[in-house]
């Protein structure tokens, strides 16, 4: 059992940054892919990066593609979302969200955190 929160989120300007945090409690975090997503008014929940549970291995949307950075470290249990050059279409609920084996660009996550809001303003 994993239980996520985030935190970080809040009100930025076009061009600012923001660092996304997901703390999760359990023991057996560091077995755990993890995986951010978000969620504009009116759309779907989308994928926006992965990190697998070593952090050897990431992936990442294309629309955050050299703007945004996934890391975690597993003594902290803590995984980071790092974003930079921020823009308004990245408005969005941000979720993390956790489950064991590959990373995946889809949904199919067993655990979801309550998500925070990140608003960015042209």
């Known amino acids: 059992q994993v239980q996520l929160v985030e935190s970080g989120g809040g009100l930025m300007q076009a061009g600012g940054s923001l660092r996304l945090s997901c703390a999760a409690s359990?023991?057996?975090?560091?077995?755990?892919?993890i995986g951010w997503f978000r969620q504009a008014p009116g759309k779907e929940r989308e994928f926006v990066a992965a990190i697998t549970w070593s952090g050897g291995n990431t992936n990442y949307a294309d629309s955050v593609k050299g703007r945004f950075t996934i890391s975690r470290d597993n003594a902290k249990k803590t995984v980071y979302l790092q974003m930079n050059s921020l823009k308004p279409e990245d408005t969005a609920v941000y979720y993390c969200?956790?489950?064991?084996?590959?990373?995946?660009?889809?949904?199919?996550?067993?655990?979801w955190g309550q998500g925070t809001q990140v608003t960015v303003s042209s």
């Open positions: 969200a956790a489950r064991l084996g590959i990373i995946t660009t889809s949904r199919s996550y067993d655990y």
């Open positions: 359990g023991r057996t975090f560091s077995n755990y892919a």
